[in-house]
């Protein structure tokens, strides 16, 4: 009963040491942008407030950081302070397109040799789509390689930069989606500290709560309905699960749901957990064709009977992060596989209460990851590198030798060390669940990248 990130399959692909990037020009001028749409509610207590801003990217030059020939663009240029305090960028190619792509990030966008890997593109790099932010954590410093620091809460911004890569461009899309809501000053003024107990990072308390909204989706199909009844009561247990997860003092964000159900035929089953295309019956395919049923300023959770590729998946979510208010994307949204959540019950029923609390702990999980939020540990567990863990300081970590029955994987119950070890067992980011285990720590970095998202107001 897994809840891994079927992002992470990819092996690293990119190391700076190859770097051989050697541009002719810069000096691009901010005004390169070209704005498509700009959407903004100012800071409104009724939603999100977003810029967005969508280009088609010319071509400069080509290098091969990894064996393949990869065009880039000009550096473009990001903006990042408190007004501005967290920007994704999503990266789109045509399916049938095939090939990587990834976006290059920039500590000064005038100087080509500033450039570093995202944590993202520490593990992976993306397929026909791709998704990167900044920050991914309020000390940087972890989240990146080489290592480099990055401010979000200053009056005005650095001078950062992102270039895009495409192995084949073809009809391509680079998307920046900008949160322009204010930090709140306790925000602004929050401070890491590493995790050194099983309390690290548990006791914050955020002034102001916050608030998500979540657009649930039940998918039916010819297979049968995803669920016996399709209302929020009929899943309230694992709704209030979500809730008490979300409301801790170290996030304070209220969910606030509405329930939908939509015949889908394609994806009432899921063949295939990828988005590198939106071919029917793969999670890119539900994602890109269902706009008409999505919220743009919600969090859209599709409710799927059943994954096929794996069996026994819990939840995918379209990306880390998942593109926030952007809709039609081969990322925009989360699925959740009900049938793999049964221990007691049969296929068809209703969940027993504890089945519908693990429901509710993979909701908050998939939630985490579409807001910004890595696995604390890997399931290989944490060797000391970037792609092992999350860019958190005051997440714990299971370090590689908790794998006490060798089988190169950390599992939860060797991830439940006390103070010094204690390893992130009971993280809502742990890689992995299961029945009548809760898992509902949240620490204050990961309820402050999560405050931070665009979706969130
Ligand atoms: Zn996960």
Redesign the pocket.
Known sequence: MR???ILILFPILLLLTDCVKSKADAGVPDSVLSLLLVSSLLNSDSGPCTAIESIQPNYIGAWSPNGNVYQFTEIHPVTLNRNRPMVQVVLENTDYAFGGLFPFWYLDRNNYYSGFLNRDLASYIGYNTHTSMLPYAKDTTYATDPAVSISNTREFSQPLGVDFNFEFPFDVKATFINSCREMDNDEVNFQTSDALSSMSGLNQAWAKEKTLDVNLIFVNGSNGSSYPIQSEQAIEVALNKWRENFSQSSVRIKINVSVTSADLYDYDMIFDLGTDTGYPGSLGGLFKTTSFIGKPNALNVFIVKEELQYGGVLGVSGGIPGPATLLGTRQSGVAVFVDSHRLYSNSGDVLTYDEQLLLGETLS?EAG?FLGLW?VTEANGDYGFIADKDPLRDTPTCHFSNDINLDSIVDLSECLGGSGTNSGGKNM?F?SGTVGFTQGDITAEQGWILRLNPLVY
């Open positions: 809840k891994y990130q999980h990851h696995h980011m890689w």
